[in-house]
Every structure is written in C-alpha cells, then in structure tokens.
C-alpha cells in the first residue's frame, strides 16, 4: 500500500495541540503529571523520526511566546521523538510491558539531557524547578555531587509523569483506527493481525 | 470589484507603529542579540538594567500591560527559588553573612551569584519576550519564506497555533459534556484519573478525522504544487535604517564577548 508522507506532516500540528492540550486537561483535572510530550511520541511513534523531531521543536517554540526560557529544553522533546521513533520501530508500543518498562528510557533522557540544560543554564548549579524540592534533600541528606543528585532528581520527578505518558500514548496507539494507520508511514505496525488478514 | 479592497492586500502590513513594522527577521536580529549580551555578560546590574530598559521600551511601544504581566508571571518564582536554592547549595565557611531572615542566616555570596543567574535569564527573556509580543507568527513565518524556507514550515508552525485554539474549545466541550453524561471529573485523585481517558479519545480521534480532510483539503488548493506561491500578506523590505539598526546589535554582542573575555583574562 503507498504510504502517504503528506498526512505525516498534516499529524504535526495535532501532535503539537495534544501536548498542549494535555498539559491543560491535566490542570483541569488537577493531576500531578504534566503529560506534555504525549504529542511527540504519538507522533513520532505513527510517523517517524522527523516529524516527531518536528512537533518537539515547535512545541518548544510555541511555548517560548509565553516564556522564552522553554526554549532551551527543546532537544530534550526532540530526543523523546528518535527515542520513541527507534522504540516504535522494535514494536516496544505493541505491548503493554515492554511500553511500561520503555518509560524508563523516556525518564532517562528526561533526567541526563534535562539535568545537562538546567545545569549549564542556572550556572552549573543547582536549578530552580520543581525538581530543587528533590535535589535539595537529596544533597543534603547523601552528600553526592551536585550533578549527580541534578541528574537523579530529575530522573525521579520525571519517571512518574513519563509512566503514565507511555500508558496513554499507548492506549491511543491501540484505538487509532486501521483505515487511519494504514496511511502512515509507521502504521503497519500498530494494524492487528486480525485486520491484516481481512484485508489479504 | 472594490479597487480599494483588492489594494489592500497590495500594501505593506502595517502594524501600528515603528517597532512593531520593523521587519521580522531584524527585530529578531536586534532582540536577539540584546539578549544574549545578558547572557555573556552575567553580572546583575547589567542584566536588571537590561530589565529596566525593556519595561521602558514596552510602554513605548504601546505593550506594557501585556508585557509586564508575561515577564512578572515567569520571573517572580524563578528569581525567588533561585536565591533560596543558592543559600542551600553554595556553602563555604569563609563567605560574608548578609542578613538573617526569620533566623535563618543569608550569604552574600551566593546572594548575589543568584542574581546574577536570575539577572541574565530575565535579560535573554524579556528580550525575546517583547519579539513574541510585538511580532506575529504569520509575519515571522513570512519572513522566513521569503529567504526560501519552505511553505510546509510556515503551515506546520501556524497550523499548530490555530490547533491548539481549536483543541483547547474542543477539550472545553468534550470536559463539559462526559459531565453531563455523569462522569466524575472532581473527587479524589482516581476520581478524577479515570475521567482523563473518556475526555482523551473523543477529542483525539476527531481532531484525527479532521487531519485526513485537511490534507486532501489542501492538496485540492495546490498545497503541495513546487512553483511559486502567492501571499495576502507582503512585508516591507529591510530598509537601511533597519540594516543599521541590526549592525549596532551584533557590535553590542561582540563588545560584551570581548568585554567579558578581557575581563576573565584579567586585563579589564
């Protein structure tokens, strides 16, 4: 079946709405996770690297409007899209475990690239996010380096949110209709068995 | 046919004033390169004199309301949980007391490397602040365009906004209406968990369908045709003052590198 590259780029703008609306809906319902790199792996997951890279960067840029700040941690959403365009590929989002366990790997780039910009951008110390709630205690009661204790509390306040990401964008992933997936370019991989029968 | 309807579309964007007709791409030049001097210079007196300049500069323009709002709301906590976090992080026995807040005694030092951090990031901030606020993404996007980058990225980038708009509704709606149907929306954490899912696929799964329609709806307006495209808009060219304008930016940038290598190697 000829896959249609243009739909891939007409999902980048709704993989972008999606991490924002997440974030809103997520404030709405008062939930303690911010959910806001779903669009990306969504798409990144569906359509490849590059639009995943895409809807990362624009995400950034579209936040950056509000607080400029936002723009420095754009290659942390863009490392999420080839993390999960690689995953996607390996049909880690096909199962349910394999999707849970890869959110460690999302954490990870989370806390190593996320402690990396926080630290060059605070000055090579500590930040002033919320992960300073976790970072301080941490220094203080295991008396780590600075860097370290930056990169585990970032890991551990993003381990939660990246969880429940990957168990949302996986649910979405099961529910996208065959029709839908058979045009993008990595939907083969999410069509059913079932459905690939019927259509031979 | 209304002559004067089909001129206005011939005409240069006006935007009201000076600064806000400056073209894109120079307003990002001066704005940007401003900002950066904050970051390479990193003392706070001139990264809060920067501040100062920019408030200044934002009730000239006409957007002081909107721009005080904005760089308050992003400041505000930044600049309070980085002094605090200094005071537990930098700790030497040879640093200055400065003052004692409610018994808990304050450094110097780290006082002022917060301020300095702070200073620098509020500098770079408010600059690109006021290029957001006084440019619109259509103009930026035009801009681009005309120095070759492709229409897709003018699409995506605008698309992207009207989708956030357009989902944010649709979000409102879908919200108001699984509580009608009865679905809990407040109550504990769990409660409020379950209703996410029910929310999530109505409004996924439209703004999917609709993605599938746009997309013949586009090629349909020779969105993907190679030639030449047209423009409802059309962008004043980049005038001599503006070139001038740009220049003195980058000088100032190169004057604060070359100010802040001389002073690390201790000749200033």
Redesign the interface.
């Known amino acids: 079946m000829k896959k249609?590259n243009?739909?891939a780029?007409?999902?980048?703008?709704?993989g972008?709405?999606?991490n924002?609306?997440?974030g809103?809906?997520?404030l709405?319902?008062?939930?303690?996770i911010y959910l806001d790199c779903a669009g990306t792996i969504i798409v990144a997951a569906l359509c490849g690297t590059w639009p995943g890279v895409?809807v990362g960067l624009?995400?950034n840029?579209?936040n950056?409007?509000?607080?400029?700040?936002t723009?420095l941690y754009a290659p942390l959403n863009m490392a999420f899209a080839v993390l999960a365009a690689y995953l996607s590929k390996k049909g880690v989002f096909k199962k349910f475990v394999p999707t849970l366990i890869s959110s460690l790997g999302f954490a990870f780039i989370g806390g190593v690239i996320g402690a990396l910009i926080t630290w060059a951008?605070?000055?090579f110390?500590?930040?002033?996010?919320t992960t300073?709630v976790v970072v301080?205690p941490l220094?203080?009661a295991t008396g780590l380096p600075?860097f370290i204790c930056q990169i585990i509390g970032e890991f551990l306040c993003d381990l939660l949110d990246k969880v429940i990401t990957v168990v949302?964008c996986y649910?979405?992933l099961k529910?996208?209709p065959t029709r839908?997936l058979s045009?993008l370019p990595l939907g083969d991989i999410y069509i059913s068995d079932e459905a690939k029968a019927l259509e031979e | 046919m209304d002559k004067e309807f089909i001129n206005s579309y011939n005409d240069y964007v006006d935007n009201g004033n000076a600064w806000f007709n400056l073209n894109p791409l120079s307003k990002l030049c001066i704005c940007l390169c401003i900002g950066l001097t904050a970051v390479v210079v990193?003392r706070w007196q001139y990264g809060f004199s920067l501040c100062l300049l920019y408030c200044i500069a934002a009730l000239l323009i006409g957007i002081f309301p909107r721009f005080i709002k904005?760089y308050f709301a992003?400041s505000i906590?930044?600049f309070f949980?980085?002094i605090?976090?200094?005071q537990?992080?930098?700790k030497e026995p040879d640093f200055t007391p400065f003052i004692n807040v409610f018994g808990w005694q304050w450094y110097k030092e780290p006082f002022i490397?917060a301020l300095?951090?702070v200073s620098y990031?509020m500098g770079?901030?408010g600059a690109?602040?006021i290029f957001?606020q006084t440019t619109e993404?259509r103009d930026i996007m035009l801009a681009l365009e005309n120095r070759g980058v492709t229409h897709?990225a003018s699409?995506?980038?605008l698309?992207?906004?009207?989708?956030?708009i357009?989902?944010?509704k649709s979000?409102e709606t879908i919200?108001e209406s699984q509580k009608a149907r009865g679905i809990e929306?407040d109550g504990n954490?769990m409660v409020?968990?379950k209703?996410?899912?029910p929310?999530?696929?109505p409004?996924?799964?439209s703004?999917?369908?609709g993605?599938?329609e746009?997309?013949i709806a586009?090629?349909a307006r020779a969105f993907?045709h190679e030639g030449g495209h047209t423009y409802l808009r059309v962008l004043r060219p980049i005038s001599k003052v503006e070139y001038a304008l740009d220049a003195l930016a980058i000088l100032c940038l190169i004057a604060s590198i070359v100010w802040k290598v001389l002073s690390l190697t201790g000749v200033l």
Not at chain 1, 9 to 14: D, E, G, Q, S, T
Not at chain 1, 125 to 129: K, L, Q, R, W
Not at chain 2, 159 to 164: A, F, H, L, R
């Open positions: 249609d243009k739909l780029w007409f999902l980048v703008p709704i972008v709405a999606v924002f609306i997440f809103t809906l997520v709405m319902l008062r939930l303690p895409i624009v995400s840029i579209l950056a409007i509000t607080d400029p700040g723009l951008r605070f000055g110390d500590f930040g002033s996010g300073s301080l220094y203080a600075k949302v649910f979405i529910a996208f839908f045009k | 990193r904005n992003i906590i930044l949980l980085t605090i976090v200094r537990f992080s930098m490397a300095n951090i990031i770079c901030s690109l602040l957001f993404m897709v699409y995506i980038m698309s992207s906004m009207q989708s956030v357009d989902m944010r979000a919200l929306t954490i409020r968990m209703a996410f899912f929310i999530l696929g409004i996924l799964l703004a999917m369908s993605t599938e746009k997309a586009m090629d993907s």
